[in-house]
């Protein structure tokens, strides 16, 4: 009976240790296991949540018997928490992680390194990145970083980075890094919004201190969709690169050969579907070959434009910008986009054009451009041989002939193309909306009631002011989720908030995850006996990691009397995409009106990317009543952008050297038919400090008694600038 026993416990034993392929083990006890596994060996992993894990891995197989480590079920293994994964070694395979509920606490979230040692002939496939950040956008880190040699990230899905830093990174550190011939292929990268920010690429082979080392990176077939990140998506910073067969379906941003020489940009697809700022490919450096490529519906223009040769810097430092020059663009087709630019970036320092380019059997087809290129310097190191255009007028350009035809149909995904990219277990979950959820919580007026109503909200509630009386609150309204403040229709008075804390804050504070819509309330910033000042009417939180959107309507901003407060504020570290203020008063105070002014370090960052402000009123002010801020000379991002329509603005900010609106670094603005009446006598009614490319328009605008409109470069005034005493006064 004794042996019998025995040998049953083995079979079991060997069955819960082989069966399905391979030893079983927890994710906890994975490096043990892994140190001890042969090669041609597979470790399954239990499903399971499995938090503050920092994997450090190190395994050796061998070059046909890969130590491979999988999921049981794949996407079941979930990795959440503080955690990381540090592999190194040889041939070992990973399979099926899920990374989700959490971030890196220090360093990238996979690193083919662990501590000194790289990783060789390694792979990282069917795996997922989900929303890994941390709680602020400005702890950055990377997502995946690849060194040593012949290493494999593939599909592998890739969705929601949120903060600061590259996505991916092939680094080129040390000689064992260089010429690695790593193939990053088949991957879903998923959205990626703006950052608002250098430093917001999804994939970036190198730094300009290696650009003229080999990596001999493969990126191939994989499936970039809604990065926006910055402009560069794509960012090749070393040589002998090849990019092929992938597809960019309305990103934000292009493929740009920043960097290093000899690049191959093959078979890509690039489709914008007319949407902002999408773009294709950007040339810098010598000996590229850009052939076989699908443009279709884009629109970005200059940085972002469909194909954009760059000036170059005479002798360059390694940062800047290089010759282009031994260019070959082949048999690419180039359908309604709107810009195809030569000499880009030409200014006092980029002086440099490009030399022995040429350009070869492309086709273009446009609707309504008036001209196939545009340049901005000498054109003659550009040479087009049997390139092909069908035009609405007809084209006499040496090397380009005008054929009958019609524009192609719209450029889509083929059927099969997203299940070939990614995780092959990965959903994709839709985009949250701001949809409102139909339930409405009333609120009378009194001590706290406010405050209360917040309290029980849930995605999409409409909290609605009952009275025109006074609401008192003593503590910071948070909004962490899409929510609606609104009075109810009809009162004869905006509902006013006091604020009544014991602590400074703002009235109303947008967390991560929040989104505003508030109508019909006023703010009443007046310091209450014994009580603490509120910094500011509605604010973002001081640490944050998603983008928000605000909308405020019809909205009263007062007594907000301490040069330190505002009525609308973004601090450092956040960013929207859109914040819109209409049909608003600002008016009887010693502070700012809106201020998106945050980002003092001078690298290019701000706080909006899209601010409209319209119909709105701004009188008795000390402060700036409009500040946004965008410092330094990066030139990596659209924004921010502006639009001021049908504003007046009356005794405002009269202080030597104020500025009643204050768009420092705007990169694109549109102020009309607004009114200056007694304000800016010290300075000026505008003041723009812009780049010669920014895109800055005023027009239909009347200054009675105000001061000026300031432009470093004097092109901003478009026309009917008028200085008429208003009736009335």
């Known amino acids: ?101 959490g971030y890196s606490p220090q360093g990238a979230v996979i690193e083919f390194r662990n501590e000194d040692k790289a990783a060789n002939n390694c ?88 650009a003229f080392f080999s990596s001999n990176t493969l990126i191939e077939a994989n499936l970039f969709e809604h990065c926006d990140g910055e402009v560069e998506i794509v960012s090749i910073k070393s040589s002998d690169n090849i990019i092929r067969n992938n597809t960019f379906l309305e990103c934000a941003g292009l493929l740009v050969l920043r960097h290093g020489n000899r690049n191959l940009v093959e078979g890509n697809t690039f489709i914008g579907n007319r949407l902002p700022n999408t773009g294709g490919v950007r040339v810098v450096n010598e000996g590229h070959i850009i052939k076989d490529n699908t443009f279709y519906a884009l629109t970005g223009d200059r940085f972002f434009a469909a194909l954009a040769l760059m000036n170059a810097v005479p002798n360059s430092l390694p940062n800047r910008y290089h010759h282009v020059k031994d260019v070959l663009i082949e048999n690419n087709l180039f359908a309604d986009c709107d810009n195809i630019l030569f000499c880009v970036g030409k200014d006092n320092e980029r002086i440099l054009p490009p030399s022995n380019v040429l350009l070869k059997d492309n086709q273009f087809y446009h609707s309504s451009q008036e001209k196939v290129y545009r340049s901005s310097d000498d054109m003659s190191g ?29 450029v889509v995904l083929s059927p099969g193309r997203r299940s070939d990219s990614g995780a092959l277990w990965f959903q994709l979950e839709g985009e949250k909306q701001r949809t409102l959820s139909g339930h409405v919580i009333k609120v009378k007026a009194g001590e706290n009631t406010l405050v209360e109503a ?157 601010l409209t402000v319209d119909s709105c009123h701004f009188s008795r002010m000390l402060g700036t009543a409009i500040n946004v801020y965008r410092g330094g000379n990066d030139e990596s991002t659209s924004g921010p952008r502006l639009k001021i329509t049908h504003c007046t603005f009356e005794n405002v900010d009269n202080k030597e050297q104020g500025s009643v609106v204050r768009l420092l670094g705007v990169q694109v603005a549109d102020i009309h038919h607004c009114s200056f009446v007694d304000s800016g006598r010290g300075g000026a009614s505008i003041r723009f400090n812009e780049m010669s490319w920014d895109k800055l328009s005023v027009s239909d605008i009347n200054l009675w008694n105000s001061g000026r409109i300031s432009s470093f470069w004097g092109k901003v005034e478009k026309g009917n600038i008028t200085y008429h005493k208003p009736k009335g006064l």
């Open 382 to 410: 550009i040479r087009f041989e049997g390139n092909q255009v069908e035009y609405t007028a007809s084209v006499n350009l040496p090397g380009f002939t005008n054929v009958k035809g019609k524009m192609p149909e719209p």
């Open 123 to 210: 792979r990282i496939t069917n795996c997922a990145i989900s929303y890994f950040n941390p709680p602020s956008r400005d702890s950055g880190y990377n997502w995946v970083l690849l060194f040593g040699r012949n290493n494999r990230f593939d599909h592998n899905s890739l969705v929601g980075k949120q903060n600061c830093d590259v996505t991916l990174v092939v680094a080129l550190n040390e000689e064992r890094d260089r010429e690695n011939h790593h193939s990053i292929d088949h991957n879903y990268f998923g959205a990626r919004p703006i950052l608002g920010a250098n430093g917001g690429e999804t994939i970036r082979v190198g730094t300009s201190h290696h």
């Open 454 to 610: 917040v309290k029980n909200r849930k995605e999409g509630d409409v909290i609605e002011l009952e009275e025109a009386g006074d609401y008192f609150i003593d503590e910071t309204i948070p909004v962490d989720m899409y929510l609606k403040i609104q009075a109810v229709p009809g009162l004869s008075k905006r509902p006013v908030l006091h604020y009544k804390s014991g602590k400074q804050g703002a009235f109303i504070t947008i967390m991560s995850g929040g989104n505003l819509d508030i109508e019909g309330v006023a703010f009443n910033g007046e310091m209450i006996a014994g009580k603490a000042l509120a910094s500011a009417g509605i604010s973002t939180h001081s640490e944050m990691i998603t983008p928000y959107v605000l909308n405020v309507n019809s909205c009263e901003f007062f007594n907000f009397n301490e040069s330190g407060q505002r009525c609308i504020v973004g601090l450092k570290s956040s960013l929207s995409p859109e914040v819109t203020v209409r049909n608003s008063f600002f008016h009887d105070m010693s502070g700012e009106g809106i201020n998106y002014a945050g980002e003092k370090d001078d690298i290019g960052k701000y706080n909006v990317e899209c």
């Open 1 to 101: 009976m004794y042996k019998p026993f025995i040998t049953l416990l083995s079979v079991l034993f060997l069955v819960s240790c082989h069966g399905g392929g391979g030893q079983v083990t927890d994710l906890a006890s994975l490096p043990q296991q892994l140190a001890k596994a042969a090669p041609g060996d597979t470790i399954l992993l239990k499903e399971g949540v499995y938090k503050n894990i920092l994997l450090k891995l190190e395994g050796h197989g061998k070059e046909g018997k890969p130590i491979v480590v999988k999921a049981q079920q794949p996407g079941t293994v979930f990795v959440e928490g503080e955690s990381n994964l540090r592999l190194c070694g040889e041939f070992v395979e990973i399979h099926g992680l899920y990374f989700r509920n």
